[in-house]
């Protein structure tokens, strides 16, 4: 009764007042007319389905931001508020946005200096700002502890100890996280390090070194953003429209040289399995933390919500050709969702299932076009970086991942921000073991330091899987084992969060606490 109560409370904060009134339908277990269709058509007139609007434009770069150095610090001023975006070509779509009317400025920063980010909330209810993947004091997290009230500001100050690597900054609201990323906000963050600098890698921003925020939406026909609307949207918010940095399928115009992408998905729920049009092979050189410590061959990389992925492809031959960036998510759906007991019952693109015509199917994310000659002259080098190995002794600490009466847990518990889950030792290296117990898949991701996985049911991970890692896919009925240290910033009173990045789910009490001390 009581999960009943606080899901339905919370469906009825995400939705506004007639949300409050589906979401007692579905908690009664009613099926439900769509919301869509009874707003006159739902997304269905508008829909390019999984391939490249033909009116889609070029790629927005969001602006680069390093801050301004002051006395003390290097210090960023971020303020989020409400605005309207032209996120498919023509229509008007109300989002939020840092310092903008959707997402926010790339904030660029340096290992070894200190920071001050001030967040200005005006978008007319509380929200946070966590820095995800950052390694600092629990209380800068910006995790739901950390709330910023309407019309009130927020200062997180720390000393960057990231090594170079692509991070980003979302509200961790308790309960709204799902509804204010899908409304716009999140943005990247670059660090730097001496190590990368000395690497020759494409580092023109917007120009050979390009971040990508890929990210899928539905909307109403009235052009507002669909959010929650649908019964098996509780499973994980999936819109039928692809959007990179804020607009659908857009044309990156590239020069013929070695160029980086820095991929993030920013998607409350969708994965990606990015390849490229003439199936090329590529090369990773980062995952979530770092660089990895060489380069990794690749022709499709797997990418769930939260996790990064630098990649290096060579267009040095492809002078005034293009290409597409695409999900294979055909490739993979049957590894990611389960089929039997719930999967088959409810896959399969059919009405309240946990996949969708485009996990079905291959479909665009964007093209590029390679309209100049070199502008660079980047490499790809042998040696990227140097990973430590780590060791533990201690017994595993287990974490099982499931969905209990339309509750998702985390060991069979429902998230509190009154209880402390996990009390860990300052200094301790530890391995942590997830097990995913549930038909679907869920990206775990923790807070406050970068992990190294061990095993996948047992066997080492892919090279590319082998470098600094926030967040890992854990597929139906895996267990994953990642080491971590734990290796300052103790504090009795401020937890870390962990927690699926499926929004919904986190929304959901998908989420468990620790603090180090
Ligand atoms: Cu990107 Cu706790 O989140
Ligand atoms: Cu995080
Ligand atoms: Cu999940």
Redesign the pocket.
């Known amino acids: 009764m009581a999960q009943s109560l606080s899901r339905r409370h919370f469906l009825a904060r995400a939705l506004g007042a007639t949300g409050a009134m589906v979401a007692a339908r579905i908690t009664a277990g009613i099926s439900l007319p769509l919301l869509a269709s009874a707003c006159g058509g739902g997304s269905a007139a508008l829909s390019t389905l999984g391939t490249i609007n033909p009116n889609a434009g070029t790629l927005p770069i969001p602006p680069l931001d390093t801050g301004t150095v002051g006395a003390t610090a290097r210090v960023f001023s971020l303020t989020m508020q409400p605005g309207t975006s032209e996120l498919i070509p023509g229509v008007q779509t109300p989002t939020l946005g840092y310092n903008g009317s959707l997402l926010g400025p790339t904030l660029r920063m340096r290992l070894g200096e200190d920071v001050e980010i001030g967040v200005t909330n005006t978008i007319g209810e509380t929200t946070t700002t ?1 820095w ?2 950052m390694h600092l004091p629990a209380v800068m ?1 910006g ?1 739901p502890h950390q709330e910023i009230p309407n019309g009130t500001s927020w200062t997180a100050r720390f000393t960057v100890r990231n090594q170079a690597s692509t991070l ?1 900054y ?1 509200p ?1 609201t308790h309960g709204r ?1 799902g509804v204010q990323v899908f409304q716009g906000l999140a943005g990247m963050i670059i660090v730097d390090d001496a190590n990368a600098d000395g690497l020759n890698l494409p580092s023109d921003y917007g120009v050979d070194d390009i971040p990508l925020v890929i990210q899928d939406r539905r909307f109403q026909s009235n052009g507002n953003l669909d959010y929650l609307s649908q019964m098996h949207d509780q499973l994980g918010m999936k819109g039928d429209r692809i959007l990179v940095n804020g607009k659908e399928t857009p044309t990156l115009n590239a020069p013929a040289q070695w160029v980086r992408l820095r991929i993030l998905n920013g998607s409350n729920a969708r994965i990606y399995h990015l390849g490229f049009s003439d199936n090329r092979s590529f090369r990773q050189i980062a995952s979530d933390g770092g660089l990895l410590t060489t380069p990794v061959t690749l022709n499709r990389v797997l990418l769930s ?2 996790e990064r992925a630098e990649i290096m492809v060579d267009l040095s031959a492809d002078l005034n050709g293009s290409l597409t960036l695409r999900s294979y998510s055909s490739e993979v759906v049957n590894s990611l969702y389960m089929s039997g007991g719930m999967g088959s019952g409810m896959g399969g693109g059919g009405m309240g299932g946990m996949t969708d015509t485009l996990d079905n199917s291959d479909f665009d994310i964007m093209s590029i076009r390679v309209d100049r000659a070199a502008v660079n002259n980047p490499t790809l080098p042998v040696t990227l970086n140097t990973i430590p190995t780590l060791t533990a002794s201690a017994p595993d600490r287990l974490f099982t991942l499931e969905r209990r009466m339309g509750t998702f847990t985390i060991n069979n518990k429902a998230m509190d921000l009154n209880r402390i889950d996990e009390t860990i030792t300052l200094g301790a290296t530890e391995v942590w073991q997830v097990t995913n117990n549930h038909a679907m898949p869920h990206p775990f ?3 406050d330091e970068l992990f190294q996985i061990l095993t996948r049911n047992g066997v080492a991970p892919p090279a590319n899987e082998r470098g600094w890692k ?2 890992v896919l854990l597929k139906p009925r895996e267990v994953v084992r990642f080491i971590v240290q734990f290796k300052d910033y103790a504090d009795a009173t401020h937890p870390f ?3 699926c ?1 499926i929004l919904e789910h ?1 929304d959901n009490a998908m ?1 468990g606490q620790f603090v180090v001390v």
């Open positions: 966590h995800h993947g997290d995790g980003w979302h961790h996280t919500p939260g991701h923790i807070h926030d967040t969060m962990y927690h990045h986190e989420m």
